[in-house]
C-alpha cells in the first residue's frame, strides 16, 4: 500500500477532517471511495400542507404569510415564520440560531421548504428546514442522495463533497475483472459502479451499481479462500500412506457394513493421503450419518503406516466418548492403535505422562480436546489431524493443529447442516466430502410441541419407554436456579420434577460445573445402561452417542436455535427403534410457535439451517467464528445467493486458466486479492 493517498491531500480536507475520517477507519482515498453509503435519501415531489404528516421528511412549497420575528431564549436564538399555500392551509416553520434569515425570507415571496414535520399540541410545525429554489429542487428531486456511516463532528455533506472529489481527481483502478468473466456477465466497470453507487441517477443505477460490487466482492472472497486452499493443495504429500491389511480386516469385523456414502467418502480418504499433495478435507454430515467411523479409518491407516495422529473435540465429554469408542475397538478387533487421551481438565502429572508418550512416539493416536494445541505438546511423527464438530472451532484453531506437525493431511468434520452458500464460503478452502445418506434403519425422530401441562403425560411416557428397556434424555437450560425467570434450573429440575416424576428409576444429572471426573462417570453410567434418565444442560448437544436413548424432551425449547435444537434431537435416533423429540414450551409468542411447529414438521438438517439463517440471520455461523475470513461489505448472504453462484463459478473457470493470477492482464485483480487476504490475515 505503499501507493496510498492519504485522504488529506483532497481538497478542503484538513487536518481535522481527516481526523475524524480517521474515526470511521478512512485513511487513504482509496478507503473513502471503498466508504459506501448507507443507504439513500430521495427528494421527493413536494406535498400540499393539508398532507404533512408529522414524523416524517417533506417538502412543501408555497408563500411567506407572516412577517418572521425572532426570539431569544437563553443563548438561542428561534426564527419562527408561517408558510402558506395555494390550498390556503399554513404550517410554522421553526428556525434555530438562523437570525439572517429574517432578512433573507420576505414576506410575499415563494419558497420551498424540506424538513422534519413535528407536532406540537393539535398543530404541526417543520422545524430547521433546508430551503431551496424551486429550480434547486427540480435538480435534487428523483436523484439518490447517498447517507453515510458518520461520527461526531462528520456530516453528511463533508463526506459526500470528499467523495466527489476523490471520484474526480482519484478515480479507482480502471478494472480488474477479467475481460472474459466481463464479457460473460454484463455488468458496469468498476469505476462506473463506484461513481453509481456513491452518486447514483436513478434506482436502476443503483441497483447495477451494487450488483457489480456483490459479484466483485463475492468473486474476489472466493479467490482469497481459494488462495488458502491452493497453498495447501501445493503442499506435498509429506506422509503417504497406503491402505495395509488393518483398516480392511477391521470393516470386516464391524458389526455393520458402510453406507454407499461412507463408502466413497472413505474412497476419497485413502485417495487423498496417497495422492502427491496432502489431504484438506471437510466431510459434512448430517447427525447421525456416521463421521466418527470414517474419521477412525483414516487414522488406522495412519497409524499402520507408522505415523501419528491427532482428533480434536469441541467438549470433554466428546473427547472422552471418542477416546473410549477407540480403545473399545482396540480391544476387541486387536487393531494397532496405541491412543492417549489430553484433555485441559487432566492432572499435571497425568499430562506430563501423555505429554512423554506424545513426544516420543509410544502413543500413535492422540485424542483430546483445545489441550492438543497447547504449546507444551509436541508431537513426533504427526501426519494426520482431524477436527471433531469444525464449526465449534474457528479457522485458526484448526490451522494451529495442523502447524503441530510438518504439514500433515488436515480432516475436519461438521454436523452442522450449513447452506450450501453458506458453506461456499466458510470452507471454501477445503474439499467437500457430503455424507448424505444415514445408516439403514434410522426412522424419522418424531417431533412434538407441547407445553408444561402436560408434563405429567409425558412423563408417564417416559416411564413406559424405559420400562422397556429405552434410555431418555431431558435437557433443560441453566445451572443455578434463577429466582422465578420461569427457566428450569437443571439442579431444581432433577430434583423436584424429574426424580418426582420418576421415583423408581435411576435419574442422573449432568451439567458444565461437574468435575470432568463426575461427567465422565455420569456419562459412563448412561452409556452402559446404569442410568435410565440423563437430566442435562446442552453440554451433551454435540456429539454424544448412546443409541439405546430414544426420547430426548427439551425443556424451554424456544430458548434455542433450531440448529441446536436439532443437534440435541440428533442424540436419538440413533438406533433402529421408534425416536422421540418433545420441544416443551410455554411460550406462547406467534414467532417461537411457528419455528418449533417448523422443526416438528421436518428432519432434514439443511432445511432446519436455511429456515435459522432466515429468520435469525448468518450471525450464528458467522459471529465470531468468521475469524481469518474477509469480510464482505455489501454484499449479503441471504439475499445475493444467485450473484454469489455466480462469481463462484467463474472464480473456479479463471483458476483453472490462470490459477496462480500470474498473467499481465491479471496483475490488477491479484493485487485486490492480495490486499484481501492481508486484511484478512491480520484480523482476529
Ligand atoms: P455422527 O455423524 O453424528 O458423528 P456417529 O459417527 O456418532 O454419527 O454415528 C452414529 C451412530 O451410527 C453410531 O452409533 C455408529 O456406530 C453408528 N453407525 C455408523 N455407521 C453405521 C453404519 N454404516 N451402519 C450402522 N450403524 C452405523
Ligand atoms: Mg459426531
Redesign the pocket.
Known sequence: MSDAIPVNRIKGVGEKTAALFGRINVFTVEDLIGHYPRDYETYDAPVSIREVSAGSVQAIYGQITAIPNVKKVRNLSILNAVLTDDNGDSIQLTFFNMPFLKKVLKPGGFYLFRGLVQQRGTHKIMEQPRMFTWEEYQKKSGRLLPRYALTKGLTNQMVQKSVAQALEYYPPEKEYLPQSVLQKIPMLSHREAVNSLHFPENREELLAARNRIVFEEFFSFLLVLRKNKDLAAKTENHFPMYETADTVRFLEQLP????KA?KKVWGELREDMGSPYAMNRLIQ?????????LAVLALLMCAANGYQGAMMAPTEVLAVQHFETISGYVEKYGIAFRPVLLTGSMTAKEKREAYAKIASGEANLIIGTHALIQEKVEYSSLALVVT?EQHRFGVRQRETLAAKGKEPHVLV?S?TPIPRTLGLLMYGDLDISI?DEL???RKPVKTRCITGKKRADLYGFLDREIDSGRQVYIVCPAIEDAGGSGLNAVKSYYEDIAKAYLPDRRVGLMHGKLKPKEKAEVMDDFKSGRLDALVSTTVIEV?V?V?NATVMVIENAERYGLSALHQLR?RVG??AAESWCFLVSDNASESVQKRLKFLCSTSDGFAVAQYDLETRGPGDFFGSRQHGLPTLQIADLMNDTRTLHAAQSEAVALLAEDPLLERPEHALLARQVEQMFDKAGTMN
Open positions: 455393520f457394513p458402510l453406507t461412507q454430515g448430517d447427525v447421525g450419518s456416521g463421521k466418527t467411523i471433531d468434520m454436523a455424507l445408516p439403514p434403519g456429539g452417542d443409541p440428533g440413533r438406533g
